[in-house]
């Protein structure tokens, strides 16, 4: 059974940093792109970042582009994200997403529960 | 960035009904949408991916249709277990953008 289980949020001032975990359980990330993607409280869904099977296709929305940093460790079977110069409009779920694909498409077919990050001073 | 434009943002619905929930991308997209359910504090649901394939396990109930840059989500015969946020999301490009939501209510 595929199992995304999202870790690391939590309550944190503007202009610092955070750390997500996304571990991966039911298969091997080795194979799939990886997404993350959040949700402002009551507002739609975001996607944040993402990375190909072999990091060779990474891309960040402009809003966080430049503050945040996907990675993965394929033999840990983890995805990453680094949160940097948080804002409060960061404030919102995190959700770790696998893609139907080793690529880069843009479909994600499993995700995790989500990790409440909140910024405020 | 593609924008994506669903409505209404909210239906009321009993059930057994079948409901309708549209989205509008920016520019063309092709067929390369996908669909989304998501119920309070669950995870979104793929539904549906390539504008009209059913994801694994879907009921029937549920498909999708295109026409141009009109996408529509349809539910037959609405159950209970239907009741919640609907969303599109566009895979034509990176970054890859969602609609703001609809929620279907129970009337």
């Known amino acids: 059974e595929v199992q995304l289980v999202e870790s690391g949020g939590g309550w944190v001032q503007p202009g610092r940093s955070l750390r997500l975990s996304c571990a991966a359980s039911?298969?091997?990330?080795?194979?799939?792109?990886m997404h993350w993607v959040r949700q402002a409280p009551g507002k739609g869904l975001e996607w944040v970042a993402g990375s190909s099977w072999n990091s060779d296709d990474i891309g960040y929305a402009g809003s966080v582009k430049g503050r945040f940093n996907i990675s993965r460790d394929n033999a840990k079977n983890s995805v990453y994200l680094e949160l940097n110069s948080l804002r409060v409009e960061d404030t919102a779920i995190y959700y770790c997403?696998?893609?139907?694909?080793?690529?880069?498409?843009?479909?994600?077919?499993?995700w995790g529960q989500g990790t409440l990050v909140t910024v405020t001073s | 960035d593609i924008q994506m434009t669903q409505s209404p943002s909210s239906l009321s619905a009993s059930v057994g009904d079948r409901v309708t929930i549209t989205c509008r991308a920016s520019q063309s997209i092709s067929r390369y949408i996908n669909w989304y359910q998501q119920k309070p504090g669950k995870a979104p649901k793929f539904l549906i991916y390539?504008?009209?394939s059913l994801q694994s396990g879907v009921p029937s109930r549920f498909s999708g249709n295109v026409s141009g840059t009109e996408f529509t989500l349809t539910i037959n015969n609405l159950q209970p277990e239907d009741f919640a946020t609907y969303s599109c999301?566009?895979?034509?490009?990176?970054?890859?953008?969602f609609g703001q939501g609809t929620k279907v209510e129970i009337k």
């Open positions: 999301q566009q895979s034509y490009i990176s970054p890859w953008t």
């Open positions: 039911g298969f091997s990330i080795d194979d799939y792109g």
């Open positions: 997403a696998k893609e139907t694909s080793s690529g880069w498409k843009g479909d994600f077919d499993y």
């Open positions: 390539a504008a009209s």
